[in-house]
C-alpha cells in the first residue's frame, strides 16, 4: 500500500513537473509579437502576443494591471492593430476608429471574417457573420449601414466610396435594399431631421 502510494506521489510530481510544458506546448508556446498599451503611454512590451486564427493570444500576465471595462480592455498589437481584449488573454482584431479600437455599439463590436464584415459580442463571440465588404455600427434602431464593392479613397482619415449601400438588421437581413443607397444613408443617419 505504502509503495503504491509513494508511486502515486511520484507520478504526481512528474506530472506536475510538466504541465507547464504541456500547457505551452497545446497553448501555443511562445509570444512572438509586441504589444503597445493604450493605458501606458503606449509602452511597446516584446513578447506580448501571438496569432491564434481570426484571433490573438495575449500574455495574461500582460493584461494583469490594465484595467478592463465591461470585460473587455483595449491594447494595440504590432503588425495586426487595434484589438478588445479578455482577461484570458483572448483578443480580437477589430476595426480601427480615431486610433483605438471600433467602440461596442448596441453590444456589438465591428471585425473582419472572411474578408468581410463580422459583429461579435463583448465576449469576443461571432454573432453575425456577413457578405458585406463594409459596416457602420448598429444605431439605435437596431439597423447597420452596410455595403458591398465598396472601397477605401485612400485618405487620412478614410472613406468608403463606390459600392451598393443598404441597412440591415441585427439578424443581417436587408431591411433596406442595397440599391437604395441615398435612402439607406438617410435613414441610418437619420437625415434630414
Known amino acids: 500500500m505504502r509503495k503504491r502510494a509513494l508511486g502515486a506521489l511520484a507520478l504526481l510530481g512528474l506530472a506536475t513537473g510538466l504541465a507547464p510544458q504541456a500547457v505551452r506546448a497545446r497553448d501555443g508556446g511562445a509570444y512572438p509579437l509586441a504589444c503597445r498599451d493604450v493605458h501606458a503611454d503606449f509602452a511597446r512590451h516584446e513578447g506580448c502576443a501571438r496569432r491564434a486564427g481570426d484571433f490573438v493570444r495575449i500574455d495574461p500576465t500582460r493584461l494583469a494591471r490594465m484595467p478592463f471595462r465591461g470585460g473587455v480592455t483595449e491594447i494595440v498589437v504590432d503588425g495586426i492593430g487595434v484589438l478588445w481584449s479578455r482577461r484570458d488573454g483572448l483578443a480580437l482584431p477589430v476595426f480601427s476608429l480615431d486610433n483605438g479600437p471600433d467602440p ?8 473582419r471574417h472572411a474578408s468581410k464584415v463580422a ?13 458585406f465588404d463594409w459596416s457602420f455600427p448598429f444605431n439605435a434602431r437596431g439597423e447597420a449601414l452596410v455595403c458591398r464593392g465598396c472601397r477605401s479613397d485612400g485618405c487620412q482619415p478614410a472613406a468608403m466610396v463606390g459600392g451598393r449601400w443598404g441597412l440591415i438588421d441585427r439578424r443581417g437581413l436587408l431591411t433596406r435594399p442595397l440599391a437604395e443607397g441615398q435612402g439607406a444613408a438617410r435613414r441610418y443617419f437619420d437625415w434630414p431631421r
Open 119 to 131: 459583429f461579435h459580442d463583448r465576449r469576443l463571440r461571432r454573432v453575425l457573420a456577413t457578405d
Open 104 to 111: 461596442f455599439a448596441q453590444g456589438l463590436v465591428r471585425a
